[in-house]
């Protein structure tokens, strides 16, 4: 099983769907990148994931152009501009699913309030993507 999860940047909400796939099934094969990819994984994320024992402080910001030639199972992308915007898997995907998140680098506050966003994007995400293995992989 091979996956790819898109998003505008690659810095949040892709990247926390990569971090819990790879350790929720060590069997399947996941990748995320961006449509407008950035140059870091964004502090928060990290925490967030962190807290439930995922670490993804070691990935990186990757470009949706490094991955056109290659063939997914899935390509799920996780925002909207994402979706409007992603280049054409068609010949090379299985399925594209579109599950939106919204985005918590929009969130404001003190860090913990903004950290609070990101625990509750990272929460909706382990939810959907178990639901996703149980009907998809499992």
Not at 74 to 81: H, N, P, S
Not at 115 to 120: A, N, T
Request: net charge negative; with cysteine.
């Amino acid at each position: 099983m091979k996956i790819l999860i898109i998003c505008t940047g690659n810095t949040c909400r892709s990247q926390m769907v990569e971090g819990f796939l790879k350790s929720a099934n060590k069997e399947i094969q996941v990748f995320s990148a961006g449509i407008h990819p950035e140059d870091e994984v964004n502090r928060f994320a990290v925490k967030a994931m962190k807290e439930i024992n995922i670490d993804i402080s070691n990935q990186k910001p990757k470009a949706v152009e490094n991955f056109t030639n290659e063939s997914f199972d899935f390509v799920i992308t996780v925002c909207d501009y994402a979706w409007e915007h992603c280049p054409n898997f068609s010949q090379k995907a299985n399925q594209r699913l579109h599950i939106a998140f919204d985005d918590p680098a929009k969130a404001q506050g003190s860090e913990e309030q903004i950290l609070e966003v990101y625990r509750k994007t990272r929460d909706a995400i382990v939810g959907t993507f178990s639901e996703f293995l149980d009907n998809e992989i499992n």
